[in-house]
């Protein structure tokens, strides 16, 4: 069975740090690109960020630029997303998607979604 | 590219069909997809290229459009229905979703 499984989440004070792991299993994590998307309480999706199979190309939104960097271990069969100088405005689910299409590119949909990891930055 | 739904909300009874149109600010061909997310659940993919359909999910769904407009149709609504319903765009980045379709049986 093919499962994405999200930790890390926890309660950070603005300005803070974090880093979310997503372990992958039942599948070649190797050949699909990875994906974070966040939800706010109560609001819609968010993407975030993607990784290529390989790791080699990754692009960010806007709103993270600069303050979140997406890699991968393919050999632990693990996606992170480090987050820094986090805001108020980044508490959110944080998922993360696997992409339908295997192969090289980052601009693919996706099949299969984790549970979520609950990111919360308050003093 | 934004995308926009509409409505923002429907509240619908069993066995009706509902329609969720979404717009793209520009021309996508067919990279759009449809995900339903039900509550407190993570979203699962319900069509994918605005047309294709998904092993496993039932066949009341069913998507169309091409460029800007397109359309998420649910025939014969049943209670499991009832979900917020997302575009999402892949034609190019930043990927981007639509504001969501709250559908209340």
């Known amino acids: 069975e093919v499962q994405l499984l999200e930790s890390g989440g926890a309660l950070v004070q603005p300005g803070g740090s974090l880093r979310l792991p997503c372990e992958a299993s039942?599948?070649?994590?190797?050949?699909?690109?990875m994906s974070w998307v966040r939800q706010a309480p109560g609001k819609g999706l968010e993407w975030v960020a993607v990784?290529?199979?390989?790791?080699?190309?990754?692009y960010t939104a806007d709103s993270v630029r600069g303050r979140f960097t997406i890699s991968r271990d393919n050999s632990k069969n693990t996606v992170y997303l480090q987050m820094k100088t986090l805001r108020a405005e980044d508490s959110a689910v944080y998922f993360c998607?696997?992409?339908?299409?295997?192969?090289?590119?980052?601009?693919?949909?996706?099949?299969?979604w984790g549970r979520g990891t609950l990111v919360t930055v308050s003093s | 590219i934004v995308l926009t739904q509409s409505p923002d909300f429907q509240s619908v009874t069993p066995k009706e069909q509902v329609t969720i149109t979404c717009r793209a600010s520009?021309?996508?061909?067919?990279?759009l997809h449809w995900y339903q997310q039900k509550a407190d659940q993570s979203p699962k993919l319900l069509i994918r290229?605005?047309?294709q359909s998904i092993s496993g999910v039932p066949s009341r769904f069913s998507g169309s459009g091409s460029g800007t407009d397109f359309t998420l149709t649910i025939n014969t609504l049943e209670a499991e229905d009832a979900a917020t319903y997302y575009c999402?765009?892949?034609?190019?980045?930043?990927?981007?979703f639509g504001g969501g379709t709250k559908v209340e049986i």
């Open positions: 520009q021309p996508i061909g067919n990279r």
């Open positions: 039942g599948f070649t994590f190797s050949s699909y690109a």
């Open positions: 290229y605005a047309s």
């Open positions: 999402h765009q892949t034609s190019s980045l930043p990927l981007t």
């Open positions: 990784i290529s199979d390989s790791g080699g190309s990754t």
């Open positions: 998607a696997k992409s339908d299409i295997i192969g090289p590119g980052i601009t693919w949909h996706f099949d299969v």
